[in-house]
C-alpha cells in the first residue's frame, strides 16, 4: 500500500532539510531558499517585535524513517499589514468598522520583500497543478480551523494565480493527511475533510517597474536603443555622479568584512531614520547572509574621495542575485547626491545585469519615475481566500472593478518607456 501524502505545519524550518527545500525552488529565487527564510527567524527579524509568525506548510511523501519532502508553503500569521508591499488597509477598517477582527490572518509572502516568485512550492518530479491544489486546500482548511480572516498570496507568479483564481479544480483531498506540530515533534495526524475544489481566491493586480534584457552587450548599445532625449538624460545623470569624484564599486557579500556588512546595516537604517518606519533586518540578519548567501547579494558601495572620512562610503545599495534576475532590496546613504540614488540602484543593476547575461531586473516597489529610465510597467498578482462570505462577496465586487483599472494604466504608463519604436522586444 502506498503511504498516503501527510503535510505538517512548523513554525521553524531548523530541522527542516535545506537540501530538501531548496529542491523546490525551481526558479533560482534567492528569497525562496532555506538559507534566507530560515535566517530572517533567527536573527530576531520575525516575531512579536515584526507582526511575522512563521508557519510553514510541508508536503511530505514516503514511509517513516524515508520520508522526502515534494511541496511547500512559506506562510505567516500576520497581526498587521506591515511589510507586505499589497496594501490592505481599508479591508482592515472595514472589519473594524463592523465589529469585526481582520487580524490574525495568514500570509503566503517573503517578509519586506515585494518581489514576485513561487509560493506554493512543488518539487520537479511531483504533479505540478494537482500538488498546488492540495497545498491550497490544506492552508485554507488549517486557516479556517484556526479562525483566521483569509488567506493571502502575494507576489505569486501567473501560473499560481490562475490556478488559485480560476475556479476549476478536480479531484479531492481525501488522500490527504494534515498535522500541526511543534519544531521538531513528530505529529499525530488529523484527516482533511473531503473537498471537491479549492475555495475561492480573489485575483488582485498591481503595477512595479522592471528591466528587460534585450540581449545588450553593453550599456551603450542599451542607450542606443532609446530616444536622443532619454538617452541625454541618462547620460546626464551618470555624469553628475562621476564629475562630482565618486567611485562606486560591485562587490559580492561573500567579499564582505564584518566592518563592512556592519555600514550596509548602518546604511539600511539610515534610510528609516531618515523617513518613517522602523527597520526590521537586524545587523545579524545581514552578518548571517553574507556568510550563507554571500555570492547571491550584491552591494553597491560609494565612496567619495574628497570627503573627511574617504574610506568609509558616504552610500549603499543592497541587491539579491537570482538565477535568471537581479532584486533591487535597500538603499542608504550619509550625504546626498545628485543622482546617486539612480546610479546606485538603477543603473549598477543594469549594468551588472548585462555583463552577467541577467535577463530580468527587478528594483523594488512603486517608484513612476523608473519608467523613463527603461523599467517596464509590469502587472504583479496576488491571490486572496476571505473566510468571511459578506466581505469576500463585497470584496471581489471591488477587485472586479479595480482590475480593469490597474491593466489600463499599466499598459497607459508604457508610453512613457524611453526606447525608441521598434528597438525593443518585451
Not at 523546490?24 to 530576531?44: A, I, K, M, Q, Y
Not at 498587521?80 to 479591508?91: K, L, T
Not at 528609516?272 to 540578519?285: I, M
Request: contains cysteine; negative net charge.
Amino acid at each position: 500500500m502506498i503511504p498516503r501524502p501527510q503535510i505538517e505545519v512548523r513554525d521553524s524550518l531548523a530541522l527542516v532539510p535545506s537540501d530538501q527545500w531548496n529542491a523546490l525552488c525551481r526558479d533560482g529565487n534567492p528569497f525562496l531558499r532555506h538559507e534566507f527564510l530560515h535566517t530572517l527567524d533567527e536573527t530576531g527579524c520575525l516575531g512579536k517585535v515584526t507582526g511575522w509568525y512563521p508557519r510553514y506548510f510541508l508536503l511530505w511523501s514516503g514511509e517513516d524513517g524515508d520520508r522526502e519532502l515534494t511541496g511547500a508553503v512559506p506562510a505567516y500569521v500576520k497581526t498587521n499589514s506591515y511589510g507586505e508591499f499589497v496594501f490592505d488597509w481599508a479591508w482592515a477598517e472595514a472589519y473594524q468598522q463592523h465589529q469585526l477582527e481582520y487580524y490574525p490572518k495568514l500570509v503566503s509572502s517573503i517578509p519586506f520583500t515585494p518581489a514576485t516568485g513561487r509560493r506554493i512550492l512543488v518539487r520537479n518530479d511531483q504533479p505540478e497543478q494537482h500538488s498546488i491544489r492540495l497545498l491550497a486546500r490544506a492552508v485554507q482548511q488549517f486557516s479556517d480551523s484556526q479562525g483566521y480572516s483569509g488567506v493571502h498570496y502575494l507576489f505569486l507568479t501567473e501560473t499560481e494565480s490562475d490556478i488559485l483564481c480560476a475556479h476549476e479544480s478536480t479531484g479531492t483531498v481525501s488522500d490527504l493527511e494534515v498535522a500541526a506540530n511543534d519544531p521538531g515533534a513528530r505529529p499525530a495526524t488529523q484527516s482533511i475533510p473531503d473537498a471537491e475544489s479549492v475555495a475561492e481566491h480573489l485575483l488582485r493586480l498591481d503595477c512595479q517597474y522592471h528591466w528587460q534584457n534585450d540581449g545588450y552587450t553593453d550599456f551603450d548599445d542599451f542607450l542606443a536603443r532609446c530616444t536622443s532625449k532619454r538617452r541625454k538624460t541618462i547620460r546626464r545623470e551618470r555624469r553628475y555622479v562621476s564629475d562630482t569624484g565618486l567611485r562606486l564599486t560591485q562587490r559580492l557579500g561573500s567579499s564582505l568584512s564584518a566592518a563592512e556588512w556592519r555600514w550596509v546595516h548602518d546604511f539600511y537604517q539610515s534610510t528609516f531614520d531618515r523617513k518613517w518606519g522602523n527597520p526590521s533586518l537586524t545587523q545579524a540578519f545581514f552578518m548571517a547572509i553574507g556568510d550563507k548567501m554571500g555570492d547571491q547579494v550584491l552591494i553597491v558601495f560609494a565612496y567619495d574621495d574628497n570627503d573627511e572620512q574617504p574610506h568609509w562610503p558616504v552610500a549603499c545599495s543592497i541587491m539579491f542575485i537570482g538565477a535568471t534576475t537581479l532584486y533591487g532590496r535597500f538603499w542608504g546613504c550619509r550625504k546626498d547626491y545628485n543622482s546617486l540614488h539612480f546610479e546606485a540602484c538603477y543603473y549598477q543593476g543594469i549594468q551588472y545585469c548585462i555583463d552577467h547575461g541577467i535577463r530580468h531586473f527587478e528594483p523594488g516597489a512603486q517608484g513612476e519615475h523608473k519608467i523613463s529610465r527603461g523599467f517596464i510597467p509590469t502587472i504583479t498578482r496576488s491571490a486572496h481566500y476571505i473566510r468571511h462570505a459578506g466581505f469576500r462577496e463585497a470584496i471581489a465586487d471591488y477587485l472586479s472593478r479595480e482590475r480593469p483599472h490597474v491593466r489600463q494604466r499599466c499598459a497607459g504608463l508604457s508610453d512613457l518607456l524611453p526606447f525608441k519604436t521598434g528597438t525593443f522586444t518585451p
